[in-house]
């Protein structure tokens, strides 16, 4: 079971990175390519002194993937240094989910 936050803002699409509302968290089951809803993380508003993607990368830790409309080259090269992959996609979340179903299942079918 894999944990995957979607960047997410009030109108329900996908937001960049740094400058998200919140995340939303959804346990990803790879055997079976489910995802279920598991809870909310709101982003924090307060810096203190970082960056604004340092607040989202440690409101997300421990999430094995992150899916968000943009991300920064230093932003994304820290957050997969945490462990996370990072995927870049755009839509509502509904969409970015489904897409992300498509290419887990399909890519075992790709012959380099």
Do not use: P
């Amino acid at each position: 079971m894999k944990k995957i936050a979607v960047s997410s803002k009030e109108n329900g699409k996908v937001e960049h990175f740094g400058k998200c509302e919140y995340f939303l968290i959804y346990n990803y089951d790879e055997n079976t390519h489910t995802i279920e809803y598991e809870n909310v993380i709101v982003s924090s508003k307060d810096y203190n002194g970082t960056e604004e993607w340092e607040k989202s990368a440690n409101a997300i830790e421990g999430c094995d993937i992150v899916i968000c409309e943009k991300i920064g080259m230093v932003a994304k090269a820290n957050v997969e240094l945490m462990g996370m992959k990072v995927i870049e996609d755009e839509g509502t979340v509904e969409n970015v989910l489904d897409n992300f179903i498509k290419i887990e299942t399909n890519k075992n079918n790709i012959i380099l």
